[in-house]
């Protein structure tokens, strides 16, 4: 799952999967801009049948935040 999610975050941050790590940050590492990071949590809901709360997205800064995010969610079904 985690290879496939970082694959995912690098086709919106147009960065080679190898340069997302944990600790980069959405907009200010990657780039993306809100309209990017929408996109990117709709694709990652349909790509892993799982849906991020609004409260949820608002606490996702890096890589290891939406990471954690989804691991719980994809454990809770």
């Known amino acids: 799952m985690e290879q ?3 694959e995912i975050i690098a ?3 147009k960065v080679p ?8 940050k959405f907009r ?3 780039g993306l801009t809100s309209l990017d990071f ?3 949590l709709g694709e990652l809901e349909d790509e892993f049948d799982v849906e991020f ?3 949820n997205a608002a606490t996702v ?4 935040d939406a990471l954690e995010i989804m691991k719980n ?5």
């Open 4 to 6: 496939k999610f970082k």
């Open 11 to 13: 086709q919106y941050a």
């Open 73 to 77: 969610l994809t454990e809770g079904e």
């Open 17 to 24: 999967v190898e340069e997302i790590t944990d600790d980069k």
């Open 53 to 55: 709360e609004e409260e």
């Open 28 to 30: 200010e590492d990657l």
């Open 61 to 64: 800064f890096t890589v290891a």
């Open 38 to 40: 929408m996109s990117l």
